[in-house]
């Protein structure tokens, strides 16, 4: 069975900093793209970063130069390193698994940015 468990997320100042973890199990992780997504309150779900199996990485505008996503296999665990945060970053993150056409989502974390 594939479980994705996400961690790591919190209330907290703006311009603080979370580290958010997503910790697979019953999947090959190192074979799989990983990803972070986020859900504002009634906003669609977007994608926040990917890193590939290779350890590629992008990263969404509206993130980059304060989030980094990296990946440690040995682990299989996949992080969100997320800096400088802003009010307009609460949503709730999810982690997800890509593996051809196979997609795994977590169940999520919160995450609280106060002004």
């Known amino acids: 069975q594939v479980r994705l468990l996400e961690s790591g997320g919190g209330l907290v100042q703006a311009g603080g900093s979370l580290r958010l973890s997503c910790a697979a199990s019953g999947i090959i992780f190192s074979a799989n793209t990983m990803a972070w997504y986020r859900q504002a309150p009634g906003k669609q779900r977007e994608l926040v970063a990917t890193?590939?199996?290779?350890?590629?990485?992008n990263c969404a505008d509206a993130v980059k130069g304060r989030f980094t996503i990296s990946r440690d296999n040995a682990k299989n665990t996949m992080y969100l390193q997320m800096n400088s945060l802003k009010p307009e970053d609460t949503a709730v993150y999810y982690c997800k698994a890509i593996y051809g056409n196979r997609n795994y989502w977590g169940q999520g974390t919160q995450v609280t940015v106060s002004s």
């Open positions: 890193i590939s199996s290779g350890g590629g990485t």
